[in-house]
C-alpha cells in the first residue's frame, strides 16, 4: 500500500498505510490534524477557528513569518500584521514526494510541499515588505512522527532580515497535569513579565498560569546540537521535540482570561488542553543576503 494525497477545495489529507494522516490547509500552509495511527489527534483545534480564509487559523500549526509578534516599528517589517503574513496567504501545494526518494522503506512516510513566493501576495502586502523571496514549507509524516521545514529563498538584489516560527498548539489532556523537559539552565525572555530575561531553574517546567515565555536554550556542550525537548502528562512522556537551525522555541499558553477575551478560541474551556510548544529562530533576525537560502526544521514525536 502507498500513501493516499488529496487536494480538494483547498484542503490536503495524506493517509499512511498505518493509519497515520495529516490535514493541510493552504491557507497559511497550516496543519490542522496530525492524528496517529490510532487515531489520536495530536494538534489542538479551536472549534471557533475561522477555515474560511477570514483570518489566521487558530489551533494546529500556523506558520510565523517573516516576524514574531507585533513587528518592531522600525524594523522593516514595521508596517506586517503580528506575526507576518505566512499564516494569512493562500500557498500552493507543490507536490508529494515517495519515502523512497528520501531513502526509507516505500510506506514509512510521505514528504508534501508547499509554496509561498513574493509574486503571490497583494500589491498592498508587497508594498509593506518589498522582498523577493520563496519559500518552501516541507510536511513529512511519517509513523507517529510529523516533520516541519522551512527554506527560505531570497530571490531579490538587496539583502533581508527575517524571522521564522513553527507555532504549534500541542493537544494536551491537562494542562496543569503536563510539564517541558529540556529547558533546565535557559534564559528566556518572560512577555508575562514585562519581557524581562531569566533563567530556566526548573528540570521539568510545570504551568500554574498564562505562560508566553521564548526560550533559548543552550546547545549540547558535546557536540553543539540543539536538545531536544520532551512534554510530559503525569510524569510520561508525550511529545518529544527537535528542531534543526532553530535556536528559540516559545512556550505559549493563555490561560483562563486571555483565552475568553479570544473570539476565535472555543470551548472557552479549551486552553486546559492546548500548549503551544513554538519552535523558530526569533530572538534575533537572521539575514539572507541577495541569492541565499536558509533552511530550519523540527519534529514532533508522539509517545502516546
Ligand atoms: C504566541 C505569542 O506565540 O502567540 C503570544 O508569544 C500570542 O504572545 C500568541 O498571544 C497568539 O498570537 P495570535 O496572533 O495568534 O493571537
Redo the contacts with the bound molecule.
Sequence with gaps: AQPVVDLSDNVLTARLPSGDSVTVYLYGATVTSWKTSNGTEQLFLSSAAALDGSK?I?GGI?L?FPV??PPPKSHATGQLP??GFA?NNYWEFLGKSSSESLGRKADDSVKLDFGLSSSMLDESVRKKWPYEFGLVYSVTLGKGKLECQMHVQNKGEQSFEFQC?F?TYLAVKDIHKTAVRGLQSSPYVD?VRSAQTFTEDSSSLSFTGET???YTPPTDPKDNTLVPLTVTEDGKDTFVVTRDALPDV?V?N?WED?IKG?GDFEPKDGWKRYL?I?PGCVSSWTKLEAGDAWEGACSFESKL
Design positions: 489566521p487558530r500556523p510565523v514574531f509578534g503580528q506575526h499564516r516560527l507555532h512577555k508566553d515565555r521564548v516559545t505559549w493563555g486571555k479570544m503551544c513554538e
